[in-house]
């Protein structure tokens, strides 16, 4: 509970009139005035809709004909590949569609772990560790790294 004095200057409290300038509106302005500054130099990217499957040309919404597409990591293709695509609806019709939560709170499956072991015999190492996003493989690697 507010003490006294406190709930005598909440703005928030019916009939008492609320300061000119909120914090809130205060960091909006900042951050609009950022993102102007962001469009005026040219440097703002717009999330492109896809609506083909990933390869070197794409489809995007509201665009005419296929975009070239130089941007994905998908360098061999593999992505779109038909024995891909069919190992991919074997999995999902033998495992779901996923864990549910990280490896952490739910634990790993089997295909993940034989992964990391032919991963590991190629590399020619002990063990290794499948991240989901070069994100998480980055968080992954620091962490151990921050001491």
């Known amino acids: 509970r507010l003490s006294a004095p406190l709930r005598a ?3 928030g409290r019916p009939g008492h009139p609320a300061r000119d300038t909120s ?3 205060q960091a909006t302005a900042v951050l ?3 993102l102007e500054g962001i469009q005026a130099a040219g440097t703002w990217k717009s ?3 896809i609506t083909s499957k990933q390869g070197p040309h794409i489809s995007v919404e509201g665009s005419r004909g296929d975009i070239l597409n130089f941007c994905a990591n998908n360098y061999l293709g593999l992505s779109s590949h038909p ?3 069919e190992a991919g609806v074997a999995a999902l019709q033998q495992y779901g569609a996923g864990l549910s939560s990280v490896r952490f709170i739910c634990g790993t499956q089997d295909l993940h772990k034989a992964l990391e072991k032919k991963i590991a015999q190629f590399h ?9 996003s070069c994100f998480d493989a980055n968080a992954g690697l620091f962490e151990v790294q921050r001491d």
């Open 47 to 49: 999330e492109r809709i």
């Open 23 to 25: 914090a809130l509106a």
């Open 124 to 132: 020619e190492r002990e063990d290794a560790i499948l991240y989901a």
């Open 83 to 85: 024995a891909v695509i």
């Open 9 to 11: 200057s909440y703005p």
């Open 32 to 34: 609009q005035g950022e």
